[in-house]
C-alpha cells in the first residue's frame, strides 16, 4: 500500500504529530485525511511520488525545509532516500 505524507495547514494549531508531518499507509480506495486523527486539526497530503507535481522544485525546497526525507520505494519493505 503507498505511503502518504500529511502534515498540518497551520503547524501552530496541529499537536506533535501532525505539526511536524506525519506518514500512513492508506489503500488507494482510501479517501484522504482531511483533519489529524489525533487532534483534529486541519492537514494536507503532501505529494512526494515523483511526477506528480508540477511544481517539483518547488516541493522539493519546501520538503528539505520541513526537514523530511521523501522515501521512494525501491521493492517490497525496502526504500530509497530521495534526500
Ligand atoms: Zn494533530
Redesign the pocket.
Known amino acids: 500500500m503507498p505511503l502518504y505524507r500529511y502534515e498540518?495547514k497551520d503547524p501552530a494549531k496541529?499537536?506533535?504529530?501532525?505539526?511536524n508531518g506525519f506518514d500512513i499507509t492508506q489503500s488507494l480506495s482510501e479517501a484522504k485525511l482531511e483533519k489529524?486523527?489525533?487532534?483534529?486539526?486541519e492537514?494536507y497530503r503532501v505529494i512526494c511520488a515523483p511526477g506528480l507535481s508540477h511544481s517539483k522544485t518547488d516541493l522539493h525546497y519546501r520538503a528539505k525545509r520541513a526537514g523530511f526525507n521523501c522515501l521512494k520505494k525501491v521493492s517490497k519493505g525496502e526504500y530509497e532516500k530521495m534526500y
Not at 14 to 19: I, R, S
Not at 36 to 41: E, G, L, Q, S, T
Open positions: 498540518a496541529g499537536c506533535a504529530k501532525c505539526a489529524c486523527p489525533d487532534c483534529n486539526a492537514i
